[in-house]
């Protein structure tokens, strides 16, 4: 299905970012993040008749806002300066794209994927860090396609900014909440030689394909049930949909491994942590910025446990919990970075040294995805650029809040054999949507 780009434009801030602010210093742990940009998809059907017109006033009403909250996100519409660990507050402006899609927005869904609906092309030092492309189908639906980078801010940054954006467009920017940028003072840059870039994994030596997998939620209350059946140690806080999807896909992953080797491998885990109130360390509220580290865990095949889906479970949350106590102890910046930088130095050693399968999860699960209003209602589905270079799984809420989206990216080798896992088959729904 074609997708035209029919106009490009750079929109800046409605009024010129202060004197006093010329850059925002990068923190510490923007220095950990990967130089990629995350691309998410929110799509809207059609809401009615004359909807040409509509969608014209929509584009105008995207527009406008979003040229008023980046006087509250200016960093947004600056430029990465690498050599100074900064970004130039320098109005330059945020890229926004217009697109029409010749077909129907369900034909769309079901046959295409949905990377033409979102800004591919980025260079770290010359791109915008936020990119926006509006697109309108044949139907009268339209798909708004939202690009960030992750130098300079993680998940919560991303749909805080892209919520307050929603709202701005819908009510007024005068009822956002103002984002702080002050992490930077709070977690200062440090020497090059200190930091320990995230590693997200092994280059792959196929080619990697997404499939989506829906966990609902009589599915997941299933899982909780099987889990506390096998185990009296759990509690309500321990068993949650992310916790027991997470190990249901691990399992297979191990089970998959060793029927392609003839043996049981050692397999890694890796779960993000969000940091915003889990240390002792103060930080504003609607602090913007990567905030964020990893919980790690291991199978080994010399394990005493059978790899049953409680034990496993245990491992993910007595890793979470491991980490988050270990942070609790830092009483400030310097100690913080200490300890997450340490915590990346040896996930990376274990790559080197380990034969381990590493899978790295994220997890976008209780953040608003289906919030995001712009005035025309909230988005019939929400997904993201199936683009990636890498095996991770990204969980997202399905959109009823009770199930677990798992946007899985894997070997194309691999990813015949787990979608076969009797397992996965038995508590999930395959979905062959694109998207």
Known sequence: MEVQITSRKLITPSSPTPPHLPNTRVTCFDQLAPFFYVPTIFYYPVDGEEYAVKNAEKGLLLQKSLS?????????????????????????????????????????????????????????????????????????????????????????????????????????????????????????????????????GRAPTNKIVTKKFVFDGEAISNLKAAASASS?????????????????????????????????????????????????????????????????TQYLPNDEIKMQLHELVSRIHDAIEKTVLNYEKASNGEDLFFMVNEDFQKVSQALKESEADVYMFSCWSRFPLYDVDFGWGKPALVSRSVQVEKEMILLLDTKDGKGIEARVSLDENKMLLFRQDPYILAFSHYKKSRL
């Open 68 to 200: 008023e909250i980046l006087t509250l996100y200016y960093p947004f519409a600056g430029r990465y300066a690498r050599d100074n660990l900064s970004i130039e507050c320098n109005d330059k402006g945020v890229e926004y794209l217009e697109a029409k899609v010749y077909g129907s927005l369900s034909q769309f869904l079901q046959r295409t994927s949905p990377n033409h609906l979102v800004q591919q092309n980025f260079h770290p030092d010359y791109s915008s860090p936020l990119a926006v492309q509006f697109n309108e189908f044949e139907c009268g639906g339209v798909a708004i396609g939202i690009s960030m980078t992750h130098k300079i801010g993680d998940g919560f940054t991303m749909f805080t900014l892209i919520n307050n954006w929603a709202t701005a467009c819908r009510i007024g920017v005068n009822k956002v909440h103002r984002p702080s940028f002050e992490l930077g003072i709070i977690f200062p840059p440090r020497e090059a030689s200190r930091v320990q870039n995230l590693v997200l």
């Open 232 to 296: 009296s140690q759990f509690n309500r806080h321990q068993l949650t949909r992310v916790k027991v999807v997470t190990a249901l896909i691990w399992s297979a992953f191990i089970r998959v491994d060793q029927a392609r080797d003839g043996r049981r491998r050692p397999s890694m885990l890796k779960v993000p942590v969000n940091l915003r109130g889990k240390t002792n360390i103060k930080i504003p509220e609607n602090s913007c910025g990567n905030f964020i580290s990893w919980a790690v």
